[in-house]
């Protein structure tokens, strides 16, 4: 299996640097290497909307939970599950439907609107984007975060993974996965693919060279059987016939 291996801050950084210990500090306190990964939501179809798919709103965050690559800690923050905890908090039970919900599409975008004021649904505000009458969103955005960091083959699979699963989550949403990090990844698994590409091509451009010279070397054996036996004829008692003439 062809992998890569490389691992910078090992080789690079002087053991006992000020640097390293830096490095230290941020795996130990700051999610170290783990990748954050935004996940957002495009437009509802035509003749849908965001009240009408709140199901797949639901599904991203558990989906994508269940992955093994990406990790609970930090928590998996969603907008939608946040503004459904304040409901449950702010809003009496028989203005909500059974699955604590808003019942209708207008109390939905309302509410969603005076969520965004409060302190806490402030630090959301750029998560969410509204249509020119605010009656519907257009997109949205959740953020988890990936475990730590392995190898180049684990960034690859990461990457593959959770667009897969965000996809699988919100499909009429065509919820994308998004990451700084995945230029890097994608660019392992395009060199990972192409070496593989340009192994298997010289290994075949070697096996025509050495058919071509097998054959060639097989075409002047068969040639010079006919001589080497005449050879073997006129070399008898001092013969001075030239047979191969």
Known sequence: MLAQDFRP???????????????????????GSQTRIDFYTKAPPPGESYFSLQDELAAIPPTLLDSPYMSAIP???????LFLEWLGREKPPSTLDPAGRPPRQADAMTWLVEWLATPQG????????????????????????????????????????????????????????FSRSFFNYDGFDVVTSLTVRNVIAAAVAVFIVMLILLVSAHSEFTLALPCSSCWRVCIGPLSSASCCS
């Open 122 to 177: 402030a630090a959301f505000e750029n998560d969410v984007v509204f249509n020119a009458d605010r009656t519907d969103l257009l997109s949205s955005r959740m953020t988890g975060f990936s475990n730590e960091f392995e190898d180049a083959p684990w960034a690859v699979e990461l990457t593959r993974d959770v667009r897969a699963r965000v996809r699988q989550a919100a499909p009429s949403l065509d919820a994308i996965a």
């Open 9 to 31: 801050r090992e080789w690079f950084i002087p053991d006992g640097s000020w640097l390293r210990e830096a490095f230290r500090i941020e795996d130990r306190y700051f999610g």
């Open 75 to 81: 928590p998996f923050i969603s907008w939608y599950d």
